[in-house]
């Protein structure tokens, strides 16, 4: 019979430090994930050489708590705080970080890191601290059974497929192209096709049938005034792409991605083998309210991110998802909430819209331990309307 353990490594008032989930499925298999909460590096001199280590460092003591390792690591999530709107001022940024990225791993750790990566500059405003360059958050994999590469972590019986996030940017012969003029659904189209749909259909996967969670970033500092306007396309051309096969995820806008002269990011979460999705058969912002992936015994829920005025009535929400696909709740099952606090050219007024989010945060976890986090300033989430937001992954034995 299938068990999870979910252990909740010193845990704070919004989130805990580190969240080790022990998985044990219907043929004894034993698996551990480990997913450390995002992390920056300013216990050192503010400068991109200097909080990579320190942040290298926070997420070390994180994965250790879950007894794992850096060649365990599956996904990183880079998020820079947003230089300036120039283009060129994050370019700069983005070329110091990767100059230093992989090297000091290398350097720190002791071997080259396996895991992909998605990286986007957030906004001006940053993160919860105010003095940090960028924020980071990485999972693990790790297990008997487990091989973790190559964008998919391979249980044996089922393979999680998570690549990493792709631009427009391909190769047309011998240059590089990055982008495809000012056509935003034309672009959301070709990366889903190029880069995700046809490299899984020479695998034998049907993208559209097995994808289960999709995120996706829609750049907007080059034209602010069409914010909203580009992520309704984005969103209304992924709902035909999908179809009936909709998957749980979100959508927000972001200062700039790596590619600076494109304008959409999604990155996917697929499955394969012996693993069932299930869907909630109900839609809301344009993607399915949760999806669940059952494999073993065991049940993952992913809640999409829900908007609205306090992060305990948001929370309350996420509980009800998590309970109608099989689950105890929120607060029992629950593994990770990755936040979204909405923010404007007023940095005072950011600042206390995230002290009224933590309050309530805080409130809804009163007396029990709540799940890991990380946090983020972005220029909204799912709609416009919406001030803050919140999207779950909960696991639980079904």
Known sequence: MA?????????????????????????HNISRLVEPSGNVGTQYPSGIGSEWFGTIENLSAGLVLGKAHWSDVYKTDVLWTTPSAKKEDCQQRRDEFNAVYGAMINRCTGGPLRSNRMARFTHREGFPDPKALFEVQIRAALGPTVKVGEGKIDYGYWVDHQPSGASVSHKKGEEWVHTLGPDVA?????????????????????????TAWLELLVAVDDAPEKTWARIEIVRHTCEKYFGDHRPAGLIYPVSRIPNLDGIVEPQPR?????????????????????????????????????????ADQILGVIDGRVKQAGGRGL??????????????????ANREALKRFNGTFISYYQGCVPSGRTAQFIGGIQQSKHPFGIANRSIFAA
């Open 3 to 27: 068990k999870v353990h979910i252990v909740r490594h010193k845990p704070g008032a919004v989130f805990c430090s580190t969240a080790e989930v022990i998985l044990i499925d219907d043929q």
């Open 331 to 348: 607060k029992e099952d629950g593994v990770f909430n990755n936040a979204y606090v909405g923010a404007g050219a007023d940095s005072a």
């Open 186 to 210: 034309k672009e959301t189209e070709f990366v889903l096709d190029e880069h995700y749909a046809k490299p899984f259909a020479a695998q034998g996967i049907d993208f559209r049938k097995q």
């Open 270 to 310: 697929v499955v394969s083998g012996e693993v069932e999705i299930v869907r909630s058969g109900e839609l809301a912002d344009g993607f399915s309210t949760w999806t669940a992936l059952r494999y073993g015994g065991i049940t993952e829920v992913m809640v999409s991110a829900v908007g609205g005025d306090e």
